[in-house]
């Protein structure tokens, strides 16, 4: 299983980033495809979630961020809008209850660096 994450990089507090997860191994569709984020000295924390038409966003995304999947391309995004200089993380995609040839499980991708300037 790999979950191949990218899009991050440096940008001004107001602007936007897209996130872009590539996954391959899991059988996309059933499952929970999310993100999550990492600021230096904080633990992880879920960013966005995305199960079949259900969408759940914590309080410090909703409004700004959006999780959307593209099934056809085994891919899921994050669109994020209005960014602040307390977004910058490292931003991990992940896969709960990805199904696979072996069975079911929870996979991480590598990270992807986030940094916005104020």
């Known amino acids: 299983v790999q979950l191949q994450a990218s899009g991050g990089g440096w940008v001004q507090a107001g602007g936007s980033l897209r996130l872009s997860c590539a996954a391959s191994?899991?059988?996309?569709?059933?499952?929970?495809m999310a993100w999550y984020r990492q600021a230096p000295g904080k633990e992880r924390v879920l960013v966005a979630r995305?199960?079949?038409?259900?969408?759940y966003y914590a309080p410090f995304a909703d409004g700004r961020f959006t999780i959307s999947r593209d099934n056809a391309k085994n891919m899921v995004f994050l669109q994020m809008n209005r960014l602040k200089p307390e977004d910058t993380a490292v931003y991990y995609c992940?896969?709960?209850?990805?199904?696979?040839?072996?069975?079911?499980?929870?996979?991480w991708g590598q990270g992807t660096q986030v940094t916005v300037s104020s």
């Open positions: 992940a896969a709960e209850g990805a199904v696979t040839p072996g069975g079911t499980g929870d996979y």
């Open positions: 191994g899991i059988i996309f569709g059933p499952g929970a």
């Open positions: 995305i199960m079949n038409s259900a969408l």
